[in-house]
């Protein structure tokens, strides 16, 4: 069982943040274990119930032995938000166990934690169209399309962030910056709960993701692929599952099996890294777990 962090409050939320493979999920558990409450996912891709072994959501075993919410009851090809996570999450943070959250989304930690700017949702004709600028090569007129303030505020060299800004502008005539200037209380006061972010060195952490994903493997991972085959599409929400690309492709003539699965752990550890990025960039004030001790 990991080491627990010293002074748990059996009433205090704990948040739990780290890049994949950190061994976030066995914390989780073992707090819920010792402490109480029920475990809680931040993870953007393990809410979709067409990625169980590859996106290494909770088992049967852990279920049973401690309560699990918010993992796997999303369709694949249904959007799903931070404001829609934040919407499900709100009862649970008011109910009678203590929430666990763990995942490695850092973006649903932040709205939780610094509130959620209240964008209405976009027309599914706009984020087609969106898409398909960004599929092909549109995106630095997508960039001057944008309003000044937004421009000025996000990562224009980001497609994602992009997108999102123009979509936001298109559907209500305002900048996302203007609305996230406007952004509400958040939910949860960091300094009302245990935030624990870990640290997982590059090379601690790069055997685990490759041991990790070769278990996937004898769990059924490429059996799982097998079952999405069909229904593939790659600007699906599911479809960002790290691995799933690779092991369509294989499952498509398109590679080996041994490719697919070194280009799948390969993208697995830039994954992490851009994680661990963006932890140590937003998440200076948590907690830091050593996941070497």
């Known amino acids: 069982m990991p080491k627990l962090p010293g002074g748990q409050d059996p009433d205090r939320p704990v948040l739990i943040a780290g890049p994949t493979a950190s061994g976030k999920s066995a914390l989780a558990l073992a707090i819920a274990e010792a402490h109480g409450g029920v475990i809680v996912n931040a993870d953007a891709i393990q809410v979709f119930a067409n990625w169980s072994v590859l996106t290494a959501r909770p088992d049967p075993t852990d279920i049973a032995r401690a309560p699990h919410k918010l993992y796997g009851h ?5 959007e799903y938000s931070v404001g829609n996570w934040l ?3 709100t009862p649970i943070l008011h109910g009678p166990k203590r929430p666990i959250i763990v995942g490695g989304t850092g973006l649903y930690f932040a709205a939780l934690t610094q509130g959620l700017a209240d964008i209405p949702a976009i027309p599914d004709m706009i984020r087609d169209d969106a898409r398909r600028r960004i599929a092909t090569n549109d995106l630095p007129r997508m960039v001057d399309e944008l309003d000044a303030e937004s421009a000025a505020a996000i990562d224009l060299k980001n497609p994602a962030r992009v997108a999102r800004a123009w979509e936001v502008l298109q559907a209500t005539g ?6 996230q200037a406007a952004t509400p209380p958040p939910l949860l006061e960091p300094a009302t709960a245990d935030c624990i972010v870990l640290h997982a060195p590059k090379e601690w952490l790069t055997p ?3 041991k990790r994903f070769d278990l996937m493997m004898q769990r059924g991972a490429l059996d799982e692929a097998r079952a999405n085959l069909a229904q593939w599409r790659p600007d699906a929400p599911s479809s960002k599952a790290i691995g799933a690309p690779e092991l369509i492709a294989h499952l498509k003539g398109e590679t080996s099996l041994a490719d697919a699965r070194d280009r799948a752990v390969i993208a697995t550890r830039q994954f992490a890294k851009r994680q661990r990025t963006w932890f140590n960039a937003r998440m200076k004030h948590w907690a830091v777990w050593d996941c070497t001790v």
């Not at 305002?174 to 609305?179: D, Q, Y």
């Open 74 to 78: 999303i369709p694949g090809h249904h």
């Open 208 to 210: 685990r993701i490759q």
């Open 174 to 179: 305002r900048g996302i910056a203007s609305w």
């Open 87 to 89: 919407r499900e999450l």
